[in-house]
């Protein structure tokens, strides 16, 4: 079964610090992953993802993801931290071979930046 | 950004009670799902659609049921609401082809059972 990991409950910056959102995962094939994230009270947005080639991937707002599969790993991540870049980030993989665009989530992170 | 609606946002209702939040897209994405989110759990797939009049369970569909008559429209039913189904419910759509798995959220629906 597809799962994915996402070890850490919080991830503390600083502004204008690098950051990481570490996302492990666990598929049977190819892989087809995701990136969201909540902002307080609002639904999830789309950020980036990988289907296959490049395995950096970018996104919005400056992100940007790196796949690993070797590690099976797909990690968050941006050069450089803004205070509004906090907020709760959720990793997906999508189910098999489905088509349907079904997502398996994570149990998100939330990326705290500090002034 | 994708036009996508949930009502109501927020419910407070009470045990035994049924209960239907409802869905309205305006990009005529084929796919509509339903999922909750606990803390702990992350989002949690409830059910989802795949075309009008075409539905199925996801990781946690029972207490709950869908109905899709529309392109744009998925409801959700608490046929009998418990505690356990106190959630914040988001719905979400999406498209097909190389833009599968790139979903558009709703607010959520914020749901409390007494």
């Known amino acids: ?115 | 950004d994708a036009g996508i609606t949930q009502s109501p946002r927020h419910k407070v209702t009470e045990t035994g009670t049924p209960v239907t939040l409802r869905c309205h897209q305006t990009e005529n994405h084929r796919y509509m799902y339903w999922y909750r989110q606990d803390p702990g759990h992350g989002l949690r797939l409830i059910h989802y659609s795949y075309g009008v009049k075409d539905t199925d369970k996801g990781e946690v569909s029972d207490g709950y049921s869908v109905s899709r008559s529309k392109t744009e429209d998925f409801l959700l039913t608490l046929e009998s609401a418990t505690s356990s189904q106190t959630s914040v419910y988001f719905c979400a759509s999406g498209g097909t082809g190389v833009n599968t798995g790139e979903l558009f959220f709703g607010e959520g629906s914020r749901l409390t059972v007494l």
């Open chain 1, 1 to 115: 079964a597809q799962s994915v990991a996402q070890p850490e409950d919080q991830v503390n910056v600083a502004e204008g610090n690098p950051l990481t959102v570490k996302c492990t995962y666990s598929v049977s094939g190819n892989p087809y992953l995701f990136w969201y994230v909540q902002y307080p009270n609002r639904g999830l947005q789309f950020l980036l993802k990988y289907i296959t080639g490049d395995n950096l991937v970018k996104g919005s707002y400056g992100f940007e993801a790196e796949f690993n599969k070797s590690q099976t790993s797909f990690h968050l991540k941006k050069p450089s931290a803004l205070v509004s870049d906090s907020a709760l980030y959720f990793c997906a993989v999508r189910e098999g071979s489905s088509n349907t665009g079904k997502l398996i989530f994570g149990q998100g992170t939330t990326l705290q930046v500090k002034p």
